[in-house]
């Protein structure tokens, strides 16, 4: 089985609990105004503007996709704010085996993995043959990073053998949420009922947007929702950044700290220390 994979982060420790390897999968169903990896998003068209723009020549098109040459590369991003198609030339196809041996050689350091994206349960296949081949060999934990908007029949799959999962909500209004995400939150709802019940919800992550999702009365919204799911899932309140936004919202400024501050002590009101700081 071989899946898309952006990058690997081999050490974070914002991506669950404990040391984890961050895995961002290629791919997404949405299309966030706000997104901070907008080279996740999109398979690679072969419009050639990364080659184009490339001023070490670490890119060119070679047997119908973009070679990309580590040795050559600076890191300078030029081939990704290039990019118009919220692709990237860097991401590699990868086999399970070759992924779990990345994992395998990391162990020791690491308390688990977590699938990020792009949307990660878009290759719910490869994603399930890592994780049994992990779950055979290691201790690891194992989490998912997603934004919600997928089917039953993955989730069910999914909650058979991971530990913990991370839900990322754009907004509880259904027409903000479509202006943010070109998509409805209605069945992102409906899977955050469903995977709360299964005990293994361990996050929320909720991004605070000026002028979209920010108000008092937002984040009282989203903090009763998660008060009356359960006892047990944590509200992370995250303030916007413009770093790698490339739509029109990364003219906005960062996220005000006064304001974040005065959002964060509302839901430290209803939920108190299942509140989690990111300032």
Do not use: W
Not at 143 to 162: H, M, P, R, W
Request: negative net charge; proline residues 3%; charged residues 25%.
């Amino acid at each position: 089985m071989k899946g898309f994979i952006n990058r690997i982060i081999e050490n974070s420790f914002i991506d669950g609990p404990g040391n984890r390897m961050a895995i961002f999968m290629q791919g997404c169903n949405m299309a966030c105004l706000y997104c901070h990896n907008p080279e996740t998003q999109r398979m690679c068209n072969l419009c050639m503007v990364c080659v184009d723009n490339c001023p070490q020549g670490a890119l060119q098109q070679a047997n119908g996709k973009i070679e990309y040459d580590k040795t050559k590369c600076i890191m300078c991003d030029r081939c990704l704010e290039a990019c118009k198609n919220f692709s990237s030339p860097k991401y590699i196809e990868m086999e399970s085996d070759e992924l779990l041996k990345i994992i395998l050689d990391n162990e020791i350091f690491l308390d688990g993995i977590t699938f990020s994206g792009g949307e990660c349960t878009l290759q719910i296949d490869f994603i399930l043959e890592v994780i049994e081949k992990v779950k055979n060999k290691t201790s690891l934990t194992a989490f998912i990073d997603t934004n919600g908007f997928t089917d039953q029949e993955s989730l069910d799959k999914l909650v058979k053998c991971v530990d913990g999962f991370m839900l990322d909500i754009k907004a509880l209004n259904d027409k903000v949420h479509k202006k943010l995400t070109g998509v409805s939150n209605k069945p992102i709802l409906e899977n955050l009922e469903f995977l709360s019940k299964t005990g293994l919800l361990y996050e929320v992550r909720y991004v605070l947007v000026e002028g979209f999702n920010d108000s008092i009365e937002d984040v009282k919204e989203i903090s009763y929702l998660i008060k009356n799911l359960n006892d047990y899932t944590r509200l992370v309140l995250i303030p916007f950044r413009p770093f790698g936004v490339k739509t029109e919202l990364s003219k906005l400024p960062p996220y005000s700290k006064e304001k974040y501050n005065i959002l964060y002590n509302e839901a430290i009101k209803i939920l108190e220390d299942r509140v989690i700081e990111k300032g």
